[in-house]
Nanobody, 114 residues
Framework: QVQLVESGGGLVQAGGSLRLSCAVSSRTFDGVGWYRQAPGKQREMVATLTITKRTNYADSVKGRFTISRDNAKNTIYLQMNSLKPDDTAVYYC??????????WGQGTQVTVSS
């Protein structure tokens, strides 16, 4: 069973940067992704990374966020630059299989002030 733990969230001013990490309990051959849920809004896809290393980003973060993974360290990353107040949300990482099963971890809070 794969488990994931997000970290790296915090408080940052608009224009700043954060790097989120997702520790995976065991090696996975799934594609992975980052998702977020802002107050009063539905959870949305932020970025995905396929097993063949192809990426896809939400239009709202394209050019600012970068998803990556380090298979040797069993870790998934989300580099977030030029942060905006609208980026404020709880951020979750997931694998394709866990996403399809609607399984989620605790997430990590990102708050961007103006």
């Amino acid at each position: 069973q794969v488990q994931l733990v997000e970290s790296g969230g915090g408080l940052v001013q608009a224009g700043g940067s954060l790097r989120l990490s997702c520790a995976v309990s065991s090696r996975t051959f799934d594609g992975v992704g980052w998702y977020r849920q802002a107050p009063g809004k539905q959870r949305e896809m932020v970025a995905t990374l396929t097993i063949t290393k192809r990426t896809n980003y939400a239009d709202s973060v394209k050019g600012r966020f970068t998803i990556s993974r380090d298979n040797a360290k069993n870790t998934i990353y989300l580099q977030m630059n030029s942060l905006k107040p609208d980026d404020t949300a709880v951020y979750y990482c997931n694998t394709d299989s866990r996403y399809r099963a609607n399984r989620w971890g605790q997430g990590t809070q990102v708050t961007v002030s103006s």
